[in-house]
């Protein structure tokens, strides 16, 4: 197995709209380890999950993955005309796996040919964690995943980070709401 | 690379967005005859031009959906997260694109040659050289269509920064159906294969700027 840090944060900086959101950032995720930020709206909590999956430059410092990040944020992704298992079925193919073990994981499997824009927040917030769960990806970004999701979304959630962990994965996940990950760091932004 | 590009082809057929060029472009042909007359030589003598000049107007009309729609949705953001490149992106879009544009135009080019009564040899440098400028338009579509994604009246904006571009093509594509003369094939070649090979990394370019 891959022994080095799925992620690792090295004195990053962040810089948005000219304004510093944080500086001297350092972080390391191991195999199995997980870390949640917290803050209030606006702090900087999804600009750190966007520089951790490479969509944004630090302003200062290094950024290190290794063995690939699967990011669930807001934006769906998934093309709204298109069955959600046709949907997932893409991802699955651009990630060169196979998209029922993460939607059986979070229970979206009954929903495979409803249409993606007939389909809830919720479940539609579940569909983009079947994604992550069905990735080979060591690191997983998630940003508010348990937004919209009802009392089952959150125990499916937090049984398959539990796996994720299991398995050597790591988690970054940022929430402004109780998140069930045993014995992960919180990383408080202000 | 294949998937983006299956892809970017069944989008463009989903709810026929690829015929609204095509319908636009035969649209033209029929009306330029209404508005000259049903003069045949003079329409053979123009109509080449006129024809070039819809399959650019007809090249603007997807600029909406091809960038801005997967920059909206995080399709963009999934795609880099997985380490492939803006370019790669950009260019199985651009062969997607072009697969949806090019070969069906060039089909409607037939019909529509027939309107302006354009004789055969002149139909087969059309056909040639909309096989050759092609490329080059939807390549100029779709840079044009990640210069403006995100931004308010991105139409507008997105037509007057294509039309000036799409100016050598014009010119050399109108150019070669009135001359015997290779040379205007040649150029057109080189403009269309320029901007391919520049769109890939002006639209890549764009796309990450876009995210800053």
Do not use: Y
Not at chain 1, 89 to 110: E, K, L, Q, S, Y
Not at chain 1, 166 to 174: C, E, N, S, T, V
Not at chain 2, 16 to 34: C, E, R, Y
Not at chain 2, 171 to 187: Q, R, T
């Amino acid at each position: 197995m891959n022994e080095a840090p799925p992620l690792k944060l090295e004195a990053v900086a962040c810089i948005r709209g000219g304004r510093l959101l944080f500086e001297g950032l350092d972080l390391v995720l191991g195999p199995g380890d997980a870390a949640i930020v917290t803050g209030a709206n606006g702090v900087g909590k999804s600009s750190l999950i966007r520089l951790a999956a490479g969509l944004l430059r630090p302003a200062a410092g290094k950024v290190e993955r290794n063995g690939g990040a699967g990011l669930a944020d807001e934006a769906a992704a998934l093309d709204p005309r298109q069955t959600l298992g046709r949907a997932l079925a893409f991802w699955a193919r651009i990630d060169g796996t196979d998209a029922a073990p993460g939607m059986a994981a979070m229970g979206v499997t009954h929903l495979a040919q409803v249409p993606v824009h007939m389909l809830s927040t919720g479940q539609r917030k579940r569909a983009t964690l079947a994604r992550v769960a069905a990735s080979r990806a060591r690191l997983w970004l998630l940003d508010e995943p348990s937004n919209g999701l009802d009392a089952d979304g959150e125990e499916r959630l937090a049984a398959a980070m539990a796996a994720h962990r299991a398995q050597g994965g790591a988690i970054l996940a940022a929430s402004h709401m109780a998140l069930d990950l045993d014995g992960a760091a919180t990383l408080g932004l202000a | 690379m294949i998937a983006l590009a299956s892809r970017e082809l069944r989008l463009a057929m989903a709810g026929g967005n690829a015929l609204l060029p095509l319908i636009f472009f035969l649209l033209v042909a029929t009306l330029f005859p209404f508005a000259v007359g049903p003069d045949g030589p003079l329409l053979a003598r123009v109509g080449g031009g006129a024809l070039w000049m819809a399959a650019m107007l007809a090249a603007l009309l997807p600029v909406d959906r091809l960038i801005e729609p997967d920059r909206a949705s995080g399709v963009l953001d999934q795609l880099s997260t997985r380490g492939i490149g803006e370019e790669t992106v950009v260019a199985a879009k651009l062969v997607g694109h072009w697969l949806s544009f090019g070969p069906p135009l060039m089909l409607a080019a037939v019909p529509a040659a027939a309107l302006m009564r354009l004789p055969a040899e002149l139909l087969l440098r059309l056909e040639l050289g909309l096989l050759v400028g092609t490329p080059g338009l939807a390549a100029l579509t779709l840079m044009v269509a990640a210069l403006t994604a995100g931004l308010r009246s991105a139409g507008a904006l997105a037509g007057l920064l294509l039309l000036p571009l799409a100016v050598p093509i014009l010119i050399f594509g109108a150019g070669m159906i009135g001359s015997e003369n290779p040379s205007a094939l040649k150029l057109l070649a080189a403009v269309s294969l320029l901007l391919v090979a520049v769109t890939p990394f002006a639209a890549g370019a764009a796309i990450r700027a876009a995210r800053d």
